[in-house]
């Protein structure tokens, strides 16, 4: 089991803060992440490509979605963001 951490716009957009989940690498947290966030607010506008673009870390590590995980890590998605 790990801890999924959202942050920024996915949390905004979504109302989810942090929950659990069972996976084998950060990819496949993203079809888990989803049906969290539309399990929470079915109008969300949280998209996969959303998630397949954020930053992600794995216990403070940034790290690539083909990182593996173990039971008690902790992952933490940052969406990309932009400014002018």
Do not use: W
């Not at 999924?4 to 496949?28: M, N, P």
């Not at 989803?34 to 959303?50: F, M, N, Q």
């Not at 790290?63 to 039971?71: G, Q, T």
């Amino acid at each position: 089991m790990v801890t999924v951490k959202l942050f920024g716009t996915l949390r905004i957009d979504s109302g989810v803060k942090c929950f659990q989940a069972e996976a084998g690498s950060v990819r496949d947290l993203y079809p888990l992440v989803l049906r969290e966030i539309y399990a929470h607010d079915p109008g969300s506008s949280v998209t996969g490509k959303a998630l397949q673009s954020c930053l992600v870390a794995v216990n403070g590590k940034q790290v690539s979605p083909r990182a593996k995980l173990r039971d008690g890590d902790e992952v933490y998605l940052f969406p990309a963001v932009a400014g002018g």
